[in-house]
């Protein structure tokens, strides 16, 4: 009687430790999960992925101006191809007239921003960029304001027809003149506009006023002074005999 009652508590006691056994053991990733580490470790790595990526992609590399300038860098922007006058720039005339400054008295005037040339100096290609949004962009324009900051009137480059007369996001009122032959004239940081589209203009004609921007903040009662030619932005320098 002693012996079989043996037998089946044995039996029972191996089914017990066989399945005891089989759940005691979590796996290796299951121990992982466990540690009170894991979720803020792998948090903190995702979110530094996902700066990373962020970063590479805002911009923020181009907060050096040397950085945006060709020939530092190798990397080429819109303002590479317009350091020079193009073929036609050289001997702009329309109707006899030829290009003058859109101000009556040039010697009145300073820059505070000139065209950006990309056959320039590196200094001066320094000077000719301008910051917004945390970037560095070329200044395809020469800006005017008088020596003693006060404002002036802003006057037609040459004769022609009025394309725009609205004001911009970040630049002030703009105007711009169609000429002929491709020539465009653009007038911007402007206040108390003269024109309207569809206007015809005679060159010397008051257009606008001298006004600030968001753009360019600093520079007070100003000008933007930008001429196009068949659409490419070229230096003023190269299109006006009196050029300062």
Same mark, same amino acid.
């Given at each position: 009687?002693?012996?079989?009652?043996?037998?089946?508590?044995?039996?029972?006691?191996?089914? %017990?430790?066989?399945?005891?056994?089989?759940?005691?053991?979590?796996?290796?990733? %299951?121990?992982?999960?466990? %540690?009170?580490?894991?979720?803020?470790?792998?948090?903190?790595?995702?979110?530094?992925?996902?700066?990373?990526?962020?970063?590479?992609?805002?911009?923020?590399?181009?907060?050096?101006? %040397?950085?945006?300038?060709?020939?530092?860098?190798?990397?080429?922007?819109?303002?590479?191809?317009?350091?020079?006058?193009?073929?036609?720039?050289?001997?702009?005339?329309?109707?006899?007239?030829?290009?003058?400054?859109?101000?009556?008295?040039?010697?009145?005037?300073?820059?505070?921003?000139?065209?950006?040339?990309?056959?320039?100096?590196?200094?001066?290609?320094?000077?000719?960029?301008?910051?917004?949004?945390?970037?560095?962009?070329?200044?395809?324009?020469?800006?005017?304001?008088?020596?003693?900051?006060?404002?002036?009137?802003?006057?037609?480059?040459?004769?022609?027809?009025?394309?725009?007369?609205?004001?911009?996001?970040?630049?002030?009122?703009?105007?711009?003149?169609?000429?002929?032959?491709?020539?465009?004239?653009?007038?911007?940081?402007?206040?108390?506009?003269?024109?309207?589209?569809?206007?015809?203009?005679?060159?010397?004609?008051?257009?606008?006023?001298?006004?600030?921007?968001?753009?360019?903040?600093?520079?007070?009662?100003?000008?933007?002074?930008?001429?196009?030619?068949?659409?490419?932005?070229?230096?003023?320098?190269?299109?006006?005999?009196?050029?300062?």
């Amino acid at each position: 009687m002693n012996d079989g009652n043996k037998t089946p508590r044995k039996i029972e006691e191996s089914h %017990k430790v066989a399945g005891t056994s089989h759940a005691a053991r979590p796996s290796g990733f %299951k121990k992982l999960l466990s %540690k009170r580490w894991v979720f803020p470790a792998a948090y903190m790595a995702a979110a530094a992925i996902i700066v990373t990526i962020l970063w590479l992609n805002s911009g923020t590399g181009q907060k050096d101006p %040397k950085a945006a300038v060709p020939g530092l860098t190798g990397v080429e922007n819109e303002a590479t191809a317009n350091g020079k006058a193009s073929p036609d720039a050289a001997a702009v005339s329309t109707n006899g007239e030829t290009l003058k400054w859109p101000v009556s008295k040039i010697e009145d005037m300073t820059t505070p921003i000139p065209f950006y040339d990309a056959t320039a100096s590196l200094e001066d290609r320094e000077a000719a960029m301008v910051e917004y949004d945390q970037s560095f962009k070329p200044h395809m324009a020469t800006d005017f304001a008088r020596k003693d900051a006060a404002t002036f009137d802003v006057l037609a480059a040459l004769s022609g027809k009025v394309t725009v007369a609205d004001q911009t996001p970040t630049n002030g009122y703009e105007v711009q003149i169609e000429h002929p032959n491709g020539l465009v004239t653009v007038y911007q940081s402007l206040t108390d506009l003269k024109v309207q589209v569809g206007d015809e203009v005679k060159q010397g004609a008051k257009i606008a006023t001298s006004g600030t921007s968001e753009l360019e903040p600093s520079e007070g009662a100003h000008v933007h002074f930008e001429v196009r030619n068949n659409g490419i932005s070229v230096n003023p320098n190269t299109l006006i005999k009196s050029a300062k």
